[in-house]
């Protein structure tokens, strides 16, 4: 009954760790801005939403046991759906070519997965230096 429970909470953490990062990347595409130079301000925000967000998603994810290979898995899937989620409709709706979206994948997956996995580690230490005590 235990083990049951322990994989159905991992999968759903797969899951999440599969569909947010892709929802996450489609949402920041379309509010990055189009044109002239970006305002300090501007861009101290989208460090923050880069980095400091996939790490606080990652330690929510955290709380359940998983294996950090298939989490690491699971959100470059989802960055890679969410690439091409967004390819697909920037060339249908605004008629814009995405060439180069391997290239896309490899910059999301590498903004996200590692804030990710890092707020996943800590959440894991976190509860593992818990549990000896």
């Given at each position: ?106 910059l999301?997956?590498?903004?996200i ?13 976190r ?7």
């Open positions: 009954m235990k083990s049951d429970q322990l994989a159905k909470s991992s999968m759903i953490v797969y899951v999440l760790a599969g569909v947010v990062p892709g929802m996450y990347y489609v949402a920041l595409q379309h509010l990055s801005p189009q044109g002239p130079p970006l305002r300090p301000l501007f861009v101290l925000l989208f460090l923050f939403l880069w980095l400091i967000v996939p790490a606080i998603f990652g330690f929510v994810l955290g709380r359940r046991r998983a294996s950090p290979i298939l989490v690491a898995v699971s959100a470059f899937g989802g960055v890679c759906l969410g690439v091409i989620a967004n390819a697909i409709y920037d060339f249908e709706v605004n008629n814009i070519d995405h060439n180069l979206f391997p290239f896309e994948i490899l999301g997956a590498i903004l997965v590692p804030g990710m996995l890092c707020g996943w580690a800590t959440r894991q230490l509860y593992r230096g818990k549990r000896k005590e």
